[in-house]
């Protein structure tokens, strides 16, 4: 089959080798432009366009595509039977969702029609929700509204983190989507009154409120990880928690209650067992209060 893929983040390329893998025809691969990083602030290429010229694969990195009609008719004139999305990071328009002969399809990183939307997620994991998966979509106009091809679940346990699902959830999409492809399963609209969304995230998600119950700030931490990351202040220096457990105790939420780093929530409490300073290595909480003693009675955020 000829296609184009169309993503850019790690989350993008399992699909991407699995399309190769199974020996259909890559037109085109298309992804974000390489950003500045590092020290240097050297372009640096996103992992789908890594992944792809390892492959030999032709790979295009236009800025816009909606108002860019000459980019629309490059796309057009790949003569594709499909393309595929996953992660691209840019809106198609109209004239490039109906394009290829059998359309977009996208492998999205939730069971739709639940978190719609660009962090599913870590959405899944902030709401406690049992159970996440993909959903291989038919692509219209819409944010992710178009009908659904195929779908597969991932339980989320009590201590699953966003980045754990993250992998599991890249190579169920590119199972599922080599599936999709092979069958062509007949399309289900999706039930939109059951529609719910995840918002881009940014930093300032990541913050604490220590009124919040002690669940609730533990499912952030696991949801916020490895991105925005979790954080409060301590002394002025912004502390990020990097993993926690509830345990016993109450107080004014933020309030330090033994030596062991329990914390004081709106509702129970939250024991810190990994934090890190800012610039400085992770630690488990142990090794961290050896060197950064944290007496009870200190309270923790603004």
């Known amino acids: 089959?000829?296609?184009?893929?169309?993503?850019?983040?790690?989350?993008?390329?399992?699909?991407?080798?699995?399309?190769?893998?199974?020996?259909?025809?890559?037109?085109?691969?298309?992804?974000?432009?390489?950003?500045?990083?590092?020290?240097?602030?050297?372009?640096?290429?996103?992992?789908?366009?890594?992944?792809?010229?390892?492959?030999?694969?032709?790979?295009r990195a236009p800025r816009r595509l909606r108002t860019d009609p000459a980019a629309q008719e490059a796309f057009a004139a790949l003569d594709l039977d499909v393309a595929?999305?996953?992660?691209?990071?840019?809106?198609?328009?109209?004239?490039?969702?109906?394009?290829?002969?059998?359309?977009?399809?996208?492998?999205?990183?939730?069971?739709?029609?639940?978190?719609?939307?660009?962090?599913?997620?870590?959405?899944?994991?902030?709401?406690?929700?049992?159970?996440?998966?993909?959903?291989?979509?038919?692509?219209?106009?819409?944010?992710?509204?178009?009908?659904?091809?195929?779908?597969?679940?991932?339980?989320?346990?009590?201590?699953?983190t966003s980045a754990e699902l993250h992998h599991t959830l890249a190579e169920l999409g590119a199972q599922l989507l080599l599936q999709a492809l092979r069958e062509d399963p007949a399309p289900e609209v999706q039930p939109a009154a059951r529609a719910t969304y995840a918002p881009k995230l940014t930093r300032e998600d990541g913050r604490i409120a220590w009124v919040q119950d002690a669940a609730q700030i533990q499912r952030q931490v696991r949801a916020f990880d490895p991105w925005p990351g979790t954080f409060t202040m301590l002394r002025g220096a912004m502390l990020k928690v990097l993993r926690a457990e509830p345990t016993e105790g109450a107080g004014t939420p933020g309030t330090v209650l033994d030596t062991h780093l329990s914390?004081?929530?709106?509702?129970?409490?939250?024991?810190?067992?990994?934090?890190?300073?800012?610039?400085?290595?992770?630690?488990?909480?142990?090794?961290?209060?050896?060197?950064?003693?944290?007496?009870?009675?200190?309270?923790l955020g603004d």
């Open 1 to 59: 089959m000829r296609l184009a893929f169309m993503g850019s983040p790690d989350f993008s390329v399992p699909a991407l080798h699995a399309l190769h893998e199974a020996g259909h025809e890559i037109a085109a691969v298309y992804c974000q432009p390489p950003k500045p990083a590092g020290r240097g602030y050297a372009l640096r290429p996103c992992p789908v366009q890594a992944a792809a010229e390892a492959l030999g694969l032709p790979v």
């Open 84 to 160: 595929v999305v996953a992660a691209y990071g840019l809106i198609l328009p109209p004239t490039m969702l109906v394009a290829p002969r059998r359309g977009c399809l996208n492998i999205h990183a939730s069971l739709l029609p639940r978190w719609r939307g660009a962090a599913p997620i870590q959405a899944a994991v902030l709401a406690g929700d049992a159970e996440t998966g993909i959903t291989i979509m038919q692509m219209d106009a819409g944010l992710d509204t178009g009908p659904m091809l195929l779908r597969g679940t991932v339980p989320i346990g009590p201590a699953t």
């Open 263 to 299: 914390v004081a929530c709106g509702a129970g409490a939250l024991r810190l067992t990994q934090v890190q300073l800012a610039g400085r290595p992770a630690m488990a909480a142990d090794a961290f209060l050896r060197g950064h003693p944290v007496a009870p009675g200190i309270v």
